[in-house]
């Protein structure tokens, strides 16, 4: 595909990738796409990189040094999951503060390694610096005989998604007002896993297009719809909602379901999968992976996403660092 | 290499890539080379990531937009110099102050995408985030049948040098002193060049090792000795040094080669070579990648590295970010 005529969703970081992909032509490739993608000799690679900024995406009072480094690596490896791919391992920029202790570097990096080690490849590279704030960009590599994409869906397929949402949503609600959140939430939080074995499983099962839930469910659908230039309809009211949630959305006056469709950082998946896709597929997921899969909507020709709740639709938005 | 017996030079970025290795045992690897590599299907992958932040690596006040995303590629570029690979690519994650206007992003992607367009590559990927600093972190993407690396240099070899330094060196003393430095000077700066003709050219030449000099001679020609386990002989009498170099050394009171051994970024290469490469080679060089090539020193057994000047010997220091 062209640089030039990107089908990228709407919000102000998707604008502004646009406008770079405008202004560098030829000398940019897939850009708004989760991943890059390497032809090598037969092999396609997949690469992609993430960064992670004290202040922006956690607040070092939070999380374990530990945690910190295994959410930003895990963050960028679910990019890996939304591929299909296996991982083969990352490489790690991290800046780190003049005046922090040599010890935390390492804890941070000792998570970073924790992480990359659970999805199946090892810590390959990195660069230190010293900054005036914590910065972590990881980059990872995988590798898949078909990567998936946000491109592909097609009219008739069902909208899945894996796990449960609105964990990593709710662990925030509960530190912004003050709190520690509750133990599933805040490990929803600080110890996501990236879906490797689930996004290899599901492109064997035929996942036209697949995507990782980074930003929330209602802000990433667009992405999704946008890229495969089909209409979503998402039926809020069957979404997997993680235990714990409904709590904290009563407390901020919010019904569980708008936490888990606007919640970015749980790293599920969604995915568009054929009509022949039902629920006995969904149990032989459940078996081999070890997770629920639930159909949340579908997809059809179109534009746009609708999200319905209660028989009536409703609007929201999901994360954007430019908006 | 097993990452618990890295061969590591001095310094305190290296004790802490040390202790990491230390902690991450078999879930990290090849930690402490400039290079990252991955073997495909038989092809070999070259990887390395670079993070520059504002306040640290630069000044936004003394370089375009453009300029900083040029030199910040051109830093993580040099990296597949050394391993005398060819540029596929590279993933740029960036993070933007939250009060910068959107035109000045574009202008900094727009000189990553010229930096690496000029070794060949493009822009495969990358993220945006927001955040108190501007910070970027290149991730490059090469391939090489027989990548270079700081390990293997023989006593016997000659050490050579490609092109001029001091250059980046001195137009920093220029704007540390409130000036703005001399046009090559700040071009040696503001718009380095990853040697990637010439890393490929000396690889088939057949280098024993290779790194580039991002961290300055004196510092990095420590981290060869250690990693191939042999001495290293610099006549410092002998560096060719930039143009305009020696002015700035004069009003600092440094000779012109201190500024050059010490002066880091200028990105040029530092290979040692078989003793049968000489004049005549140094001129097919010359010819081929249109830089000069200047024998510095030799290898010997031993370890360390001992600087001679006029007959004596002196000790200098590289950057390090962690001293």
Same mark, same amino acid.
């Given at each position: 595909?062209?640089?030039?005529?990107?089908?990228?969703?709407?919000?102000?970081?998707?604008?502004?990738?646009?406008?770079?992909?405008?202004?560098?032509?030829?000398?940019?490739?897939?850009?708004?796409?989760?991943?890059?993608?390497?032809?090598?000799?037969?092999?396609? !690679?997949?690469? %992609?990189?993430?960064?992670?900024?004290?202040?922006?995406?956690?607040?070092?009072?939070?999380?374990?040094?530990?945690?910190?480094?295994?959410? %930003?690596?895990?963050?960028? !490896?679910?990019?890996?999951?939304?591929?299909?791919?296996?991982?083969?391992?990352?490489?790690?920029?991290?800046?780190?503060?003049?005046?922090? /202790?040599?010890?935390?570097?390492?804890?941070?990096?000792?998570?970073?390694? /924790?992480?990359?080690?659970?999805?199946?490849?090892?810590? !390959?590279?990195?660069?230190?610096?010293?900054?005036?704030?914590?910065?972590?960009?990881?980059?990872?590599?995988?590798?898949?005989?078909?990567?998936?994409?946000?491109?592909?869906?097609?009219?008739?397929?069902?909208?899945?998604?894996?796990? /449960?949402?609105?964990?990593?949503?709710?662990?925030?609600?509960?530190?912004?007002?003050?709190?520690?959140?509750?133990?599933?939430?805040? /490990?929803?939080?600080?110890?996501?896993?990236?879906?490797?074995?689930?996004?290899?499983?599901?492109?064997?099962?035929?996942?036209?297009?697949?995507?990782? !839930? %980074?930003?929330?469910?209602?802000?990433?659908?667009?992405?999704?719809?946008?890229?495969?230039?089909?209409?979503?309809?998402?039926?809020?009211?069957?979404?997997?909602?993680?235990?714990?949630?409904?709590?904290?959305?009563?407390?901020?006056?919010?019904?569980?379901?708008?936490?888990?469709?606007?919640?970015?950082?749980?790293?599920?998946?969604?995915?568009?999968?054929?009509?022949?896709?039902?629920?006995?597929?969904?149990?032989?997921?459940?078996?081999?992976?070890?997770?629920?899969?639930?159909?949340?909507?579908?997809?059809?020709?179109?534009?746009?996403?609708?999200?319905?709740?209660?028989?009536?639709?409703?609007?929201?938005?999901?994360?954007?660092?430019?908006?």
């Amino acid at each position: 595909m062209s640089p030039l005529d990107l089908p990228l969703g709407p919000g102000g970081e998707f604008d502004l990738i646009r406008a770079i992909a405008e202004r560098l032509g030829p000398k940019g490739r897939h850009l708004g796409d989760d991943c890059a993608l390497i032809s090598v000799d037969g092999a396609t !690679l997949v690469l %992609s990189t993430d960064m992670s900024i004290e202040g922006a995406h956690f607040q070092t009072g939070w999380l374990s040094d530990e945690e910190i480094g295994w959410r %930003s690596a895990m963050g960028a !490896l679910s990019d890996l999951a939304a591929a299909g791919a296996e991982c083969l391992g990352l490489l790690a920029a991290v800046s780190v503060p003049h005046q922090a /202790q040599r010890d935390r570097v390492v804890a941070v990096m000792d998570g970073v390694g /924790q992480a990359v080690a659970a999805c199946g490849g090892a810590v !390959l590279g990195g660069d230190l610096t010293a900054a005036p704030v914590w910065a972590l960009a990881i980059t990872v590599i995988g590798r898949a005989s078909r990567p998936a994409s946000r491109h592909g869906a097609r009219p008739g397929d069902g909208l899945w998604v894996t796990g /449960q949402l609105g964990g990593a949503r709710a662990a925030l609600a509960a530190w912004q007002d003050g709190r520690e959140p509750a133990a599933g939430l805040r /490990q929803a939080f600080a110890r996501p896993a990236a879906r490797i074995a689930a996004g290899q499983w599901l492109v064997q099962a035929g996942a036209r297009a697949m995507m990782d !839930l %980074s930003d929330g469910l209602a802000g990433d659908a667009h992405h999704l719809a946008n890229a495969s230039g089909v209409a979503l309809d998402v039926n809020l009211d069957v979404l997997p909602v993680a235990e714990g949630v409904a709590e904290e959305g009563a407390r901020l006056g919010r019904a569980a379901v708008e936490l888990a469709a606007e919640g970015g950082e749980d790293y599920e998946l969604l995915a568009a999968l054929p009509e022949t896709f039902g629920a006995s597929e969904a149990a032989s997921f459940q078996s081999a992976v070890g997770l629920p899969i639930t159909r949340v909507g579908d997809v059809r020709a179109g534009a746009g996403v609708v999200l319905h709740r209660a028989g009536a639709t409703v609007e929201l938005h999901g994360f954007d660092h430019f908006r």
